[in-house]
């Protein structure tokens, strides 16, 4: 039997902690049958802040990485990256790494697609070093939609969804300006964003989801004193959505629903996700739990791709001391959305 194809995991923004929580991940023997697309200097850098004798190998093809020794770091060099990219100051933007970063993912949704690949798992990027590069999505999420179909072909409908083990929100809007989110609040957008974590949810092992839906305004416009968002498109949108069989609620208030969902011991959640407008409504409650924790699942595509729930840390760059725990997280999501 041939083995398995890989997790895809990508290298990031160099100046960035991507480099170093991928090497940490594999000397803890946590992201064993993975390889990472990147650059193979610039992973050696990372292995050499890192410490403890971590060794990056340059890997052809991924027939062989399970002959590589426990700890080992496979690099699958990704062609056409910036020369140099090991020179890239750690904590600064830098078009170099932006440019990189983008052509990694590019060709680990090439091989994903092609099934070369089981998942995709990111390191973190910096959406600025993605623009000064020239890159015109403005984030992970906008990119591996237009990516995951060929030229002309229609895109996916895709929400993101920032998990842990306590609390599971999906946004409706993502990134663009509060003013723009607002606008983009609207009846379909809001049915469909409940009709994909109804369905995501269930590959979690929740037969029936009970999703709990926050409103837009403050008291989820406390009768439409506060704004009629939800009287107009929220809470229609969610009476369609029960009228298709699916066990949705609200709209609720947004500052107190998240407690209602928050499932620890002796105190079960509510709800087994919670749909949000707007992006900071729905990631301030599962990231103040624990970035350490948290992972970013993108719903919608035609692959399974995770990540670490926080950014570059540019802060902590090139000291060693960035914990790889969420992009621990990420894998171990990763390789149980999979299969």
């Known amino acids: 039997m041939s083995a398995p194809a890989p997790l895809l995991l990508t290298m990031g923004d160099v100046a960035g902690v991507g480099p170093e929580i991928l090497v940490q991940a ?8 993975a390889v990472v697309l990147g650059d193979v200097p610039a992973m050696r850098r990372a292995a050499d802040v890192v410490g403890g004798g971590a060794v990056v190998v340059p890997v052809d093809g991924f027939d062989s990485l399970a002959a590589l020794p426990a700890g080992a770091v ?10 140099n ?27 994903v697609r092609a099934g070369d690949g089981r998942a995709i798992v990111t390191a973190p990027i ?3 070093a993605l623009s000064a590069a020239g890159v015109a999505f403005p984030g992970h999420t906008e990119m591996l939609q237009a990516l995951s179909v060929d030229p002309g072909q229609p895109l996916p409908p895709v929400r993101m969804m920032l998990a842990n083990d306590e ?29 994909i974590a109804d369905a995501s949810v269930r590959q979690f092992g929740v037969v029936r989801p009970r999703i709990a839906v926050a409103g837009l305004n403050p008291h989820a416009g406390e009768g439409g004193l506060f704004g009629d968002e939800e009287l107009r498109v929220i809470g229609p949108a969610v009476e369609a959505a029960r009228a298709q069989g699916i066990d949705a609620s609200g709209p609720f208030a947004p500052d107190t629903v998240f407690m209602r969902a928050r499932n620890v011991p002796g105190h079960p959640g509510e709800f087994d996700v919670v749909v949000a407008m ?8 599962v990231k103040y739990l624990g970035v350490e924790r948290g992972v970013n699942v993108t719903l919608g595509l035609p692959f399974v791709r995770t990540s670490p ?23 171990r999501m990763a390789r149980v959305l999979a299969g």
């Open 167 to 195: 609390l599971r929100t999906v946004l409706v809007t993502i990134h663009m300006s509060l003013r723009r989110a607002i606008d983009a609040v609207t009846f379909d957008a809001v049915c469909e964003t409940i009709r």
């Open 309 to 331: 729930d926080h950014g570059t840390a540019f802060d902590l760059a090139g000291t060693g001391r960035a914990d790889p725990a969420s992009l621990v997280a990420a894998v």
């Open 126 to 128: 910096h959406k600025e």
């Open 26 to 33: 594999f000397v803890s023997g946590q992201a064993q049958g």
């Open 278 to 285: 707007t992006h900071d409504h729905g990631l301030i409650p």
């Open 74 to 83: 496979p690099v699958l060099q990704v062609a056409g990256v910036p020369a």
């Open 85 to 111: 990219l090991s020179q890239v100051p750690f904590g600064h933007i830098d078009a170099r790494a932006g440019a990189a970063a983008a052509a990694c993912i590019r060709e680990a949704v090439r091989r």
